[in-house]
């Protein structure tokens, strides 16, 4: 019911993701907000990056911009990691019936809190091309999913891809001084997003987003999944890297 459908596939394949609009309802959404604003008012007061109650709270300028591992403080989350409605495209996409869940983290972007992410590749988060990783699966044996909070539009600092970068592999951008010389910016698509709705993404395509400058925030719900044997480091947060059943 949940697989990929032909035009997920080559989307998967040609772009480096796909999505898929509103698969949680508006009661789960508000589950996910409503758990999401406790752990930012946990993060009130702190100074510097910390762990707590098995989430680390990662501060930069004396504000959040993500939280690490947020099935720590906030259990209730940890049951999205495992419906099939992301776990089988996932089980499609790796080629594995199992795999280790290890990102459960939430993002935050208010108005005018300067937080981006430089463009990147999920591949450099993961240690490729260090004893940290191995391609298992020879696809990159990893694959993310992202879940708009709030609407994402083209004006709170959404997400952008740069489409087809997906097929050049690990490009270790995080070792260039400007990782846009490495791709064409002029055909950055941003990510339109009512919340419920699910983005899945191979790890070698190139993304990033700039600050927020609307008078919106912008939060989004991440979980990441790699194939049995593929990671080989130790993630922030209680419970990092569980094995789950996918399909």
Request: hydrophobic share 35%; charged share 25%.
């Given at each position: 019911m949940f697989d990929l459908t032909p035009a997920e596939k080559r989307a998967f394949e040609e772009d480096g993701?796909?999505?898929?609009?509103?698969?949680?309802?508006?009661?789960?959404?508000?589950?996910?907000?409503?758990?999401?604003?406790?752990?930012?008012?946990m993060s009130k007061g702190?100074?510097?990056?910390?762990?707590?109650?098995g989430t680390q709270f990662v501060m930069e300028r004396g504000v959040l911009s993500r939280a690490v591992w947020i099935g720590g403080a906030k259990p209730e989350l940890l049951r999205y990691g495992t419906d099939p409605r992301i776990t089988t495209?996932?089980?499609?996409?790796?080629?594995?019936?199992?795999?280790?869940?290890?990102?459960?983290?939430?993002h935050f972007k208010f108005p005018g809190d300067g937080v981006e992410y430089r463009w990147h590749q999920d591949s450099e988060n993961r240690g490729y091309g260090t004893p940290d990783w191995?391609?298992?699966?020879?696809?990159?044996?990893?694959?993310q999913t992202l879940m708009a909070v709030d609407p994402m539009?083209?004006?709170?600092g959404p997400v952008q891809f740069a489409p087809g970068t997906g097929k050049r592999g690990h490009l270790a951008l995080d070792q260039m001084e400007d990782p846009s010389k490495a791709f064409d910016t002029s055909k950055l698509v941003p990510l339109i997003?009512?919340?419920?709705?699910?983005?899945?993404?191979?790890?070698?395509?190139?993304?990033?987003?700039l600050p927020n400058p609307s008078d919106a925030p912008r939060r989004i719900?991440?979980?990441?999944?790699?194939?049995?044997?593929?990671?080989?480091?130790?993630?922030?947060?209680?419970?990092?890297?569980?094995?789950?059943?996918l399909a």
């Open positions: 993701y796909f999505l898929r609009k509103d698969l949680f309802s508006p009661k789960e959404v508000k589950e996910v907000s409503d758990a999401i604003d406790a752990i930012y008012k702190l100074k510097e990056t910390q762990v707590l109650k495209p996932v089980a499609t996409i790796l080629g594995s019936k199992e795999a280790d869940q290890l990102i459960c983290q939430a191995t391609d298992v699966n020879g696809r990159g044996s990893y694959v539009t083209a004006d709170n997003l009512s919340p419920g709705t699910v983005a899945f993404f191979g790890p070698y395509v190139i993304h990033g987003s719900f991440i979980n990441g999944y790699a194939c049995p044997g593929a990671n080989h480091k130790k993630y922030p947060g209680d419970g990092a890297g569980r094995r789950i059943r």
